[in-house]
């Protein structure tokens, strides 16, 4: 069975890179999908659902592919959080979330159209977040970078300052858990080395 073309079907660059570095270069295809669609309370139902869509949207485009969705979320508290709205609304969750826990989620959704086979996974990872100051705080979100992420930092940049420790999955805080997609492509029958450029 000869490795299909791997698709990312999300505009994250933090995902594109995980795979890249990974020695996986992926094809890009960006989906229509509308996240608001999907009201469900269950972080870890409400990530795979997202993910499954956004697959789907673009596994539409192509055939005899692998397409991979993702979707990420936090957790604080038990209050679910994606990317912020608004700075005020930024500055206020960072707040929330300095000296406390959360608990990120990232969906994956795997369609295989060889095999006409679909797999959905969630990567669940620990994250302690340092007791950051207001003015750390307001410089950072200042930077912009936290409105880009689910979670409201981005751990493999300026955000990774403002994190303690983190418990589980490294990559999956980042957006794409590679451990987790692994043992995916391993229950498709396929090795990780096969998508290798």
Not at 57 to 64: G, I, L, M, N, Q
Not at 164 to 187: A, D, F, T, W, Y
């Amino acid at each position: 069975m000869h490795a299909p073309t791997f698709v990312l079907a999300s505009a994250s660059p933090a995902r594109r890179s995980l795979l890249e570095n990974a020695g996986i270069v992926p094809v890009v295809s960006i989906g229509d999908f509308d996240e608001s669609q999907v009201q469900l309370s269950d972080p870890m139902e409400l990530v795979e659902t997202l993910a499954l869509c956004k697959a789907q949207t673009v596994a539409k485009k192509f055939s005899d592919s692998l397409v991979l969705g993702c979707d990420s979320l936090l957790t604080v508290g038990g209050k679910i959080y994606g990317k912020p709205p608004s700075v005020a609304e930024a500055i206020a969750r960072w707040q929330q979330m300095r000296g406390n826990m959360g608990i990120l989620y990232t969906g994956h959704a795997l369609i295989d159209q060889q095999q006409q086979q679909t797999l959905v996974r969630c990567g669940i990872t620990k994250v302690y977040f340092a007791n950051a100051s207001d003015r750390e705080i307001e410089a950072y979100v200042a930077t912009g970078e936290p409105m880009k992420c689910a979670g409201c930092f981005a751990l493999d940049f300026r955000g990774g300052l403002f994190v303690e420790k983190i418990e589980g999955c490294h990559s999956n805080v980042i957006g794409l858990s590679l451990p987790l997609l692994r043992q995916m492509l391993g229950q498709l029958g396929y090795d990780a080395i096969d998508f290798w450029s």
